[in-house]
């Protein structure tokens, strides 16, 4: 069987047929060694208020219990549609399922990830009432073991949620969170500009090329101010958490650049370029430290070819030097950086977090997925401490938590160098601590999802 163009084996397919009618909405469904997740997944989409839909779920090779989890669920729903296949990789399970797809729209959903009942309910008059190419939504950082739930949403952004965006407005798109998942496209879309995944088995990063086909093609787009998306953050087999797979986000934007030239779609390979670039320094942090050195050379290769279109992003340009000019210096820099952050929070007897806002946020994250969750005794602020909890940590006043935790490691979670930060620094030395860290240097040197 071949799809677009790629070459899929040993699939099988068990499901009811449908009628004849177009489904409003039909939702794919990626799925490998997810049996832990997967019934949870698959009940949020089942659960739909839009009942119109149709459900494809791709086994792509599973040896866990999710092939038989798929299979029990489709007995029960008739709307349900489930295809086996050898290991073939995500983009070619996606690009299947993109085959199959018979809706009006089309919506995905990874299967460790959950959606909210109004989802497609909501999307879908919107799509269809104003004509778009796609519609898409925020999503919710989600670790179920503690009950973590956090909106990933951009209020510089306001200004642009909530109406319909148009070619004028494109370099917008890419402000919002990059995602392919919280939202719904118009198959006749997707069919027109050939837009499909990149197929490379045991890649990683194949939605990138995908998501940005979508937002430099689309004439009509539109992001709602509402989060409908539960995106996973503690399943340990996520790939953004491979500290491996050094090349595979570079292949992916090399799958786009033949696409755009394979299409005569010049003026959109400086995007292309850019996030080329960009992801650079996401998979320099990501990969495992002693990868980093040999990374670098690709990042002095590609900045030698496509340092021009970086130009104006300063913070971006000023980093590629840095590694361009010593990389054996930043890279053991970097490594002894790392180690002691790690020391110090390893020997801390507890953590504080001082900041409960956006940077609280990405200081907790790094720490959770460094493994220092349970060393984590509460967040605190300057004032209007409410007694509500945080990540199933309390948050308190920043007297009473160093009261409470003399003796703990408080880690400032504000922007570096800014007023905030200044007085938090006096109030820190007013309360006689003396233990803290700069929580910028968590958010510079671990990789943060």
């Known amino acids: 069987m071949r799809i ?40 949020s989409i089942c659960n739909q208020t839009l009942k119109d839909i149709e459900i494809i779920c791709i086994d792509d090779g599973s040896t866990d219990r999710s092939g038989k989890i798929l299979d029990d669920y489709a007995r029960q729903d008739s709307r349900m549609k489930v295809l086996h296949c050898s290991n073939a990789g995500y983009g070619a399970a996606m690009n299947a399922g993109l085959n199959m797809a018979e809706g009006e729209y089309i919506g995905i959903v990874e299967s460790d990830d959950c959606i909210h009942p109004e989802m497609y309910k909501t999307l879908y008059p919107i799509a269809v009432q104003e004509n778009l190419d796609l519609v898409k939504s925020d999503p919710v950082y989600w670790i179920e073991k503690i009950g973590y739930e956090k909106r990933i949403h951009s209020p510089w952004l306001d200004d642009y949620y909530d109406r319909v965006l148009f070619d004028e407005d494109r370099n917008i798109f890419f402000e919002f969170f990059m995602n392919i998942w919280t939202g719904i496209y118009k198959r006749k879309f997707l069919l027109n500009h050939a837009i499909c995944f990149h197929e490379s088995p045991g890649a990683s990063y194949q939605d990138n090329g995908f998501w940005m086909q979508t937002l430099l093609y689309c004439q009509r787009a539109k992001w709602l101010n509402q989060a409908f998306y539960w995106y996973r953050q503690d399943n340990p087999e996520a790939s953004v958490k491979s500290k491996n797979k050094i090349m595979a986000m570079a292949e992916e934007y090399e799958f786009l650049a033949n696409c755009l030239k394979q299409k005569q779609q010049y003026l959109f390979l400086p995007y292309c370029y850019y996030y080329k670039m960009f992801r650079h320094r996401g998979t320099f942090f990501r990969i495992a430290d002693d990868q980093k050195r040999f990374f670098c050379n690709q990042i002095i290769k590609d900045f030698t070819v496509y340092k021009g279109f970086i130009k104006g992003n300063t913070n971006l340009e000023s980093w590629f030097h840095e590694i361009v000019t010593r990389p054996d210096g930043v890279c053991e820099e970097i490594m002894q950086k790392k180690q002691k952050i790690r020391g110090r929070l390893e020997q801390a007897d507890g953590i504080v977090i001082y900041g409960a806002g956006r940077r609280g946020d990405i200081v907790f994250r790094g720490l959770y997925n460094e493994g220092y969750y349970d060393k984590l005794r509460c967040f605190a602020v300057s004032k209007e401490a409410s007694g509500k909890m945080i990540a199933g940590k309390e948050l308190l006043m920043i007297e009473e938590a160093c009261s409470r935790y003399s003796k703990a490691l408080v880690i400032i979670a504000v922007v570096r160098g800014s007023g905030m930060y200044r007085q938090m620094l006096e109030t820190l030395e007013k309360l006689g601590v003396c233990d803290y860290m700069d929580g910028t240097d968590i958010e510079e040197n671990f990789y943060i999802i």
């Open 4 to 43: 677009n163009g790629f070459q899929i084996i040993m699939w099988k397919y068990s499901g009811c047929k449908r009628g004849d009618k177009m489904p409003k909405v039909s939702v794919i469904v990626p799925v490998y060694n997810v049996e832990q997740y997967l019934p949870k997944c698959l009940d």
